[in-house]
Each structure stands twice: as structure tokens, then as C-alpha cells.
């Protein structure tokens, strides 16, 4: 959800589930600003998971101490804490701006009961 990935995996299409997302808030002209500041959150969150994950997939773990995995695991749920916030940070304003119908599709859009509350991002 929100560029800050799902079990392990690298984060795509995070300009077309974007553009989705927009298309389907009808985000107008006065909410740019808001909407603007929440897409450069998950493109940042999205690089920064990509950028993180790439050592995992070309690691064996296998030959990993329990002590370094302990560790790695620990770093990778900072990092999604933070994508998190940041995240977090720049939504609250644009769900603000919108009106009714759109925190409405908001909601069924953004948090879906499946794996905690991923969404479409």
C-alpha cells in the first residue's frame, strides 16, 4: 500500500495505480495540491522499498546469522514505519479536501481488509 510494498515483494505500476486512484477520486484542479503532495509519497516510498529490497533478492539467507536476519528485519520494519508516516502525513490533508462521495470511494479504495489495510497502492 502506498509505495511501501506487500510481503516482500518489489512495488510496481505506481504511476498507473496513480493515475486509477486519481481517476476514480475525481481529484479536481482545487485538490492538485493536496493530491500533488500525497503521489510524490508513494513514488518516494515505492523507490526507497524498491532501493531496499534489491540486496534481499540476491542474497542467500540461508548463510545469514540469526542475529544479521534479526537485524535486517528490524532495519526493513523501520523503513516501513517511516513510509508509513510519510505517507500518512501528506493523506491527511488530501482526504481532507475531499468532498463526501470521494472519502467515501476513498475508503473503499485506500484500506481494504486484505493483508491489514493494503489498498491499491
Known amino acids: 500500500m502506498f509505495g511501501f510494498g506487500d510481503?516482500?515483494?518489489?512495488?510496481?505500476f505506481v504511476e498507473g495505480r496513480l493515475a486509477f486512484l486519481k481517476a476514480e477520486l475525481k481529484i479536481s484542479d482545487r485538490?492538485?495540491?493536496?493530491?500533488?503532495a500525497f503521489?510524490?509519497?508513494?513514488?518516494?516510498?515505492?523507490?526507497?522499498?524498491n532501493a531496499r529490497r534489491m540486496p534481499f533478492f540476491r542474497e542467500d539467507w540461508?548463510?545469514?546469522?540469526?542475529?544479521?536476519?534479526l537485524d535486517r528485519e528490524e532495519a526493513a520494519l523501520s523503513a516501513r514505519l517511516e513510509a508509513f508516516r510519510s505517507t500518512a502525513a501528506a493523506l491527511?490533508?488530501?482526504?481532507?479536501?475531499?468532498?463526501?462521495a470521494q472519502k467515501k470511494s476513498a475508503d473503499a479504495l485506500l484500506m481494504t481488509p486484505m493483508g491489514g489495510g493494503q489498498g491499491v497502492l
Open 92 to 100: 491527511k490533508p488530501l482526504y481532507a479536501a475531499l468532498d463526501a
Open 31 to 36: 485538490q492538485a495540491t493536496q493530491w500533488n
Open 7 to 12: 510481503e516482500g515483494r518489489m512495488v510496481e
Open 62 to 69: 540461508s548463510q545469514k546469522s540469526l542475529p544479521e536476519r
Open 39 to 49: 503521489a510524490d509519497a508513494v513514488r518516494a516510498n515505492a523507490k526507497n522499498v
